[in-house]
T-cell receptor
Framework: AQSVAQPEDQVNVAEGNPLTVKCTYS??????LFWYVQYPNRGLQFLLK??????LVKGSYGFEAEFNKSQTSFHLKKPSALVSDSALYFC???????????????FGRGTSLIVHP | DTAVSQTPKYLVTQMGNDKSIKCEQN?????MYWYKQDSKKFLKIMFS???????INETVPNRFSPKSPDKAHLNLHINSLELGDSAVYFC???????????????????FGPGTRLTVL
């Protein structure tokens, strides 16, 4: 069965510093991986996804994530954090085609990112 | 010109009542979803429709019944509301044109603003 873990409930970083929000996953075959951001009282917004191809994926608002198959990770990164990046971040995974998996997207528990001025 | 809209934004009701939440997308997408986010922010998919056909039906009480009158709309009807149904319900859509098989869905999902349901 597929699963996804976001090991940190909260990440604190100073504005201007690099940030990392961690995500690890488990799937039957090749994964489809996603990052979403949720601002307070808002719906989720798509940031980026990995389906196939380059392991380094660039997304919205200067975020990027690296697919690491050997470590089964897809950590979200940004070189220089902004106070406005403070939000709840969700990693999601599903099995890729022909993997025999459930193909239902599974979301992590979310990581609250707090960027201090 | 909101892409994915939901009504109502807030819904407060008594236990045992029946209520509906409406969702509309004007993106021309073929696939729509309903998600439930609980008080701890845990997000779980409930249903998905592709071009009015049900393709995901997770373990959800049969008090929840989705209805898709056309591919731009996916409404959620809930019978006999219970306290545990209190949550934020999100609608989403993705293009995934002609992808009737679950394993083929891969396009970006666009979420609505959510409906906060409170059952008293």
């Amino acid at each position: 069965a597929q699963s996804v873990a976001q090991p940190e409930d909260q990440v604190n970083v100073a504005e201007g510093n690099p940030l990392t929000v961690k995500c690890t996953y488990s799937v039957s075959g090749n994964p489809y991986l996603f990052w979403y951001v949720q601002y307070p009282n808002r719906g989720l917004q798509f940031l980026l996804k990995y389906i196939t191809g380059d392991n380094l994926v660039k997304g919205s608002y200067g975020f990027e994530a690296e697919f690491n198959k050997s470590q089964t990770s897809f950590h979200l990164k940004k070189p220089s954090a902004l106070v406005s990046d403070s939000a709840l971040y969700f990693c999601a995974v599903r099995d890729g085609p022909a993997s025999g998996g459930s193909y239902i997207p599974t979301f992590g528990r979310g990581t609250s990112l707090i960027v201090h001025p | 010109d909101t892409a994915v809209s939901q009504t109502p934004k807030y819904l407060v009701t008594q236990m045992g009542n029946d209520k509906s939440i409406k969702c509309e997308q004007n993106l021309g997408h073929d696939t729509m979803y309903w998600y439930k986010q609980d008080s701890k922010k845990f997000l779980k998919i409930m249903f998905s429709y592709n071009n009015k056909e049900l393709i995901i039906n997770e373990t959800v009480p049969n008090r929840f019944s989705p209805k898709s009158p056309d591919k731009a709309h996916l409404n959620l009807h809930i019978n006999s509301l219970e306290l545990g149904d209190s949550a934020v319900y999100f609608c989403a859509s993705s293009l995934d044109r002609g992808r009737r098989r679950l394993e083929e869905l891969s396009d970006t999902q666009y979420f609505g603003p959510g409906t906060r349901l409170t059952v008293l």
